[in-house]
């Protein structure tokens, strides 16, 4: 009985392996951040090693990625982070939108809520030293400044819609 289920079982899996998701790879940055604001070469390296995987129109997949369901869970983890903060549409936001999602870039680095403990247990190279959190919520201070001063105060600000 046991290898009538363990059998089943790998035909189920082998089954799922034809459903794949679509991967995350997109080459088009016309909405990228850096059209709109500087994007040092410190702070590119740290968004790259730590972000863009979830937060960017381009994710770099492990081997496990080729696995299912794996590769489902990953997918979903993929567009939920993407749903809150994309780099490669920012520009495609609206000024307010824009404004706030700095905001949040400082509060979860500042708060250690980013990126996530689930990634960082994987992929230990994204853990963020202090420095490189000191960086990245220093760049976010200085291009909401930026903001501040070329734009009017009430057009940073996020309403709520009814």
Request: proline share 4%; hydrophobic share 40%.
């Amino acid at each position: 009985m046991l290898k009538k289920v363990l059998v089943g079982l790998f035909v189920v899996l082998l089954v799922l392996q034809a459903f794949r998701p679509v991967k995350n790879n997109a080459a088009n940055k016309e909405n990228d951040i850096s059209t709109l604001y500087p994007v040092p070469e410190n702070v590119e390296q740290i968004l790259t090693k730590a972000c863009n995987d979830c937060h960017s129109n381009n994710t770099v997949y492990p081997w496990y990625a080729e696995v299912q369901p794996i590769a489902w869970w990953l997918d979903d983890h993929v567009k939920d982070g993407k749903k809150h903060l994309n780099f490669n549409e920012f520009a495609s936001y609206r000024l307010a939108k824009q404004y706030h999602k700095l905001e949040e870039v400082f509060d979860e680095v500042k708060g250690g809520e980013m990126p996530l403990e689930s990634y960082t247990v994987v992929h230990r190279d994204a853990k963020l030293t202090e420095e490189e959190k000191s960086i990245l919520m220093d760049w976010s201070v200085a291009v909401r400044d930026s903001m501040k001063a070329r734009f009017p105060a009430d057009s940073l600000i996020l309403k709520k819609t009814k």
